[in-house]
Structure formats: C-alpha cells, structure tokens
C-alpha cells in the first residue's frame, strides 16, 4: 500500500485541487507561491506574493492564515462572498499598480471591494478619479446672458462706461425721441448688454445681480 500511496502523491502533484491532496501535506514549496480564491463563484488563481504587496490588506492575512481562519472550498480554494465582477481589477492593481477598468465598470463598485479588502492606495486612486469625474462634469459651457436697458443719449456714455464684472456691450437701438424739453430732444435708446455665466458646481449660476448694479449707475 505504501508503493501505492507514494505513486499517487507524484502524479497528484501535478493536479491542482483534487480533494484527496488534502490527506497529503503539500510539496514544499508549491504552499509559498501559488494561491487560489474563490470568490462569489469565480476562482482567480495568483501568487502569494501578488495578495501580499499591500500588507495591511485583508487578502494578504488571508493568504498568510495566521489571524483569518477562511472558509475553502473543495479544491482547496479561499472561499470569499464578493462580486467577482470587481475583483478582476483589485487583483489586477496588486499585480501591477495601475486601475484599468472597462468603460462600463462602476467606480463606486470597484471604490466598495478595495474599501473591504482594505487596499489603501488602491481607494486613493479611485477617490481622486471619481473627483476628477466629478469636477469635468460640472464644468458646464457657459450661457450667454443678455440685458436690454433703456436709457437716453446723455445716460449713454455714462452707462457704457461704468458697466462691470463681465457685462459686454453689444448692440445700440435708436427708439427716437420720446421726451421735449424745449427746443431739446432726448433720443431714446435701447441698450444691448451681454454676460457669459458660468454655473458652478452647486448647480446654481453664479451671478450676483448685475441688473440692479447696471440699473443704479443709470438713476
């Protein structure tokens, strides 16, 4: 019988996970280096090193099994109740150090597992990206916003003068006389104003009220 066994336990080497490697102590060496997770269904398989690079991280004391008595399933495999989905990328980080997600891959989703395995620079990156995101959104192209104040031809020069903060002069519309003060007449005129607002990313436009700054200079 022992011929037998030891017959076994050279071609068993080669299969990963049969169930009866575990009666066997694993070959020295192969515990080190190669480790398999199971996760939500999906088996990833990496090395002992990769789980470590981020030494605070849940998978690297999983993988070290002093504190994390984990569960296993029959090939021997961690077993971890997670999306599979999102773990291609946390697994992919600690391999190489950059996030490449697909274009359809929630950030929140990946930001949830890295939070749970506890992957310090991993949230970091994600954080910085999700405010990125955020801040290009809001950059909403400016509206154009235009005023038509009425004024007489004296005011005029006064008015363009004094117009501020923005105010553009774009367009001057003769309306005609509309007062006799004597021999005098006081041309009439509409006056065009423009203004670029720009909103700002509370959602509300940020524009102090202009009108009423422009209308004061005029009385």
Sequence with gaps: GV???????????????????????????????????????????????????????????????????SDRDETGAYLIDRDPTYFGPILNFLRHGKLVLDKDMAEEGILEEAEFYNIGPLIRIIKDRMEEKDYTVTQVPPKHVYRVLQCQEEELTQMVSTMSDGWRFEQLVNIGSSYNYGNEDQTEFLCVVSKELYNSPSGLSSEPSHKAKVRSTLL
């Design 3 to 69: 011929r037998m066994r030891m017959e076994g336990r050279e071609e068993m080497q080669g299969a990963v996970g049969l169930r009866c490697t575990w009666d066997i102590p694993p070959p020295a060496g192969t515990q080190a280096k190669w480790v398999r997770l199971n996760v939500g269904g999906t088996v990833f398989l990496t090395t002992r090193q990769t789980l470590c690079r981020e030494q605070k991280s849940f998978l690297c004391r999983l993988c070290q099994g002093e504190e994390l008595q």
